[in-house]
């Protein structure tokens, strides 16, 4: 995700499916990535649950981050068992 202005990065929100939890992420990294193109990873959560579905979970960082550029990598496991 590429912005035109530096945003301050405090926090980052997942959501369940809506239908079925097979299609719930398991894990997700997020990562700033810099002027030169280096992804610096700001965030790795694994082991992600919901208990609803079309829930939110809201993380937060330990250090906030400032940037233009994010790219976020989501993982889900589960629907490769299908």
């Known amino acids: 995700m590429k912005l035109d202005e530096e945003i301050t990065f405090k926090a980052f929100g997942i959501k369940s499916a809506n239908d079925e939890p097979y299609r719930d992420p ?8 810099d002027d030169d193109e280096n992804e610096i990873l700001i965030m ?3 082991g992600i ?3 609803d579905r079309w829930q939110t979970k ?3 960082l ?3 981050q400032k940037g ?3 790219k976020i990598n989501i993982q889900n496991d ?3 068992q299908f």
């Open 68 to 70: 233009k550029f994010f």
């Open 49 to 51: 649950n919901f208990d």
């Open 26 to 33: 398991d894990s997700m990294e997020l990562y700033l990535v």
């Open 58 to 60: 809201i993380y937060s």
């Open 78 to 80: 589960k629907i490769n």
């Open 44 to 46: 790795k959560i694994s």
């Open 62 to 64: 330990s250090k906030c």
